[in-house]
């Protein structure tokens, strides 16, 4: 593969930088602040002790916990000023939060999480590319660090996630393919990827569309192989913040 150098400095197969703070609200039981260069989101996970009534039986016996996701962008986290979505929720919008709850859900041992429901809520306060890969980043330790105070309470009784689950966004610019979009790259890509891996290797999900032109299995394999490289790196930068150990 040809490396080239971009527009912010960058060659293909670099990330930008991925910042992550714990804490970093006062109540929820799991928060951070992610940051993956100019992208930054808010990520909050909440616990609710009942499960949607959908979850339980015919004895109004929850069949197992549940995660589930909520997403958001501020209205000037962009360049020009965006509705707040109040009461119908946008197409785009729903689309991200079922991306977001899948990729959290295909990590946890739902029944681990016996009769609760946790709440990923993730708040884009500055967009400039993939702020839905982020929100999965961040969920996931926001989750994680929620799913431990549970465990510590005696909540619930097995830690129920055992893999490290990240996300990035790769696609195909001015014919060569390229790791982690920034914004100006994102709306003229003429491949728009987003993968998502467990730190087993194993795809959670793929999403990947020509926006400008149709795209090579060889294409795919290369952008395949950069998105492996950028979450590998992503999941290292998580277990800078919760260690090696998920169950803490």
């Known amino acids: 593969m040809t490396i080239n150098t971009r527009s912010d400095g960058r060659t293909d197969n670099e990330l930008r930088p991925l910042i992550i703070t714990p804490d970093y609200t006062k109540y929820a039981e799991g928060s951070v602040l992610v940051c993956c260069g100019n992208t930054k989101?808010?990520?909050?996970?909440?616990?609710e002790n009942k499960v949607p009534d959908w979850l339980l039986d015919e004895q109004n016996n929850p069949r197992h916990g549940w995660i589930t996701a909520e997403y958001g962008m501020l209205p000037?986290?962009?360049?020009?000023?965006?509705?707040?979505?109040?009461?119908?929720?946008?197409?785009?919008t729903q689309e991200i939060q079922r991306l977001i709850g899948r990729s959290l859900r295909s990590a946890a041992n739902l029944h681990s999480l016996e009769k609760h429901t946790v709440w990923i809520d993730c708040d884009v306060i500055q967009a400039d590319g993939g702020t839905r890969t982020a929100s999965i980043t961040g969920g996931f330790v926001a989750l994680i660090y929620a799913l431990r105070k549970m465990h510590d309470k005696g909540?619930?009784?097995?830690?129920?996630?055992?893999?490290?689950l990240a996300a990035i966004s790769v696609g195909i610019v001015n014919q060569q393919p390229v790791l982690d979009l920034n914004y100006d790259e994102d709306k003229d890509a003429e491949v728009d990827m987003n993968v998502v891996m467990l730190s087993s290797g194993k795809l959670v999900?793929?999403?990947?569309?020509a926006e400008g032109r149709t795209y090579s299995r060889q294409q795919l394999n290369i952008m395949l192989?950069?998105?492996e490289q950028g979450i590998r790196s992503h999941i290292d930068s998580q277990k800078k913040v919760l260690g090696n150990n998920l169950a803490g």
């Open 41 to 47: 989101v808010i990520c909050t996970a909440s616990v």
């Open 76 to 92: 000037r986290s962009t360049g020009s000023r965006r509705r707040r979505e109040t009461g119908t929720i946008q197409g785009r």
């Open 155 to 164: 909540d619930i009784k097995e830690f129920p996630v055992k893999e490290f």
């Open 205 to 209: 999900e793929v999403q990947g569309t």
């Open 225 to 227: 192989d950069l998105a």
